[in-house]
């Protein structure tokens, strides 16, 4: 999961948000214009030592990951308490 994944699977394709958490998990990237450089070389790709922490820190993955998976499941929930009920605009759930 080198630089160029998150490159091709990210940035080209315009999903980069611009955050630098991938800069801040590698010395090889800098930010230009709110996007992602590879400043010299990816460590992966030229030494093979296994890497990888721009494209598994970065959000937008966590994100296709996410919508990729099947829901674990889908719950509705209300409070039992009346009080909180009434004065709760979705149930109340979370207060309980």
């Known amino acids: 999961m080198s630089f160029s994944l998150l490159n091709e ?7 980069c ?5 991938c800069a801040g ?9 709110l ?7 990816c460590i992966l790709e030229r030494e093979g030592i296994d890497c990888g922490k721009c494209y598994e820190g970065c959000p937008q993955v966590i994100q296709i990951r996410f919508e990729a998976g099947q829901p674990i499941g889908i719950y509705s ?5 009346p009080e909180i009920l009434k004065r709760a605009s979705s149930g109340g759930f979370v207060t309980t």
Do not use: F, W
């Open 35 to 41: 996007r992602p450089v590879l400043k010299d070389y």
């Open 17 to 21: 948000q611009g955050c630098a958490k």
């Open 9 to 15: 699977e990210i940035i080209d394709v315009g999903l």
């Open 77 to 81: 929930l209300r409070s039992k308490n």
């Open 25 to 33: 998990a590698c010395k090889h990237i800098i930010m230009e214009n």
